[in-house]
């Protein structure tokens, strides 16, 4: 079992930037897909960038924007958010697999206002 921690979260203003963090018990090196999921109120949660033996995935409605990348050395994903809008608000979960089984993290809230 893999227990993931995200922080980072809060309320930004469109146009600007965040950083998520995604904290992981163990060895980020095993876990493969690890990645970006992103809830908002009243929709479905929906992939937005995911890293799967070394290739990376975006949604394209983050495309040119978000930025995920990972420290192995610190055992940490990372979600670089620029460019904002509105419509970015929900909640972001980090999602790992780990010899088949996913774990998810408790999830942080972004806003962002226009």
């Known amino acids: 079992q893999v227990q993931l921690v995200e922080s980072g979260g809060g309320l930004v203003q469109a146009g600007g930037s965040l950083r998520l963090s995604c904290a992981a018990s163990?060895?980020?090196?095993?876990?493969?897909?690890i990645g970006w999921y992103r809830q908002a109120p009243g929709k479905q949660r929906e992939l937005v960038a995911t890293?799967?033996?070394?290739?990376?995935t975006y949604a394209d409605s983050v495309k040119g924007r978000f930025t995920i990348s990972r420290d192995n050395a610190k055992n940490t994903l990372y979600l670089q958010m620029n460019s904002l809008k509105p419509e970015d608000t929900a909640v972001y979960y980090c999602?790992?697999?780990?010899?088949?089984?996913?774990?998810w993290g408790q999830g942080t809230q972004v806003t962002v206002s226009s």
């Open positions: 999602k790992g697999v780990l010899l088949n089984r996913a774990d």
């Open positions: 163990g060895s980020t090196f095993s876990i493969n897909p």
């Open positions: 890293i799967s033996s070394g290739s990376t």
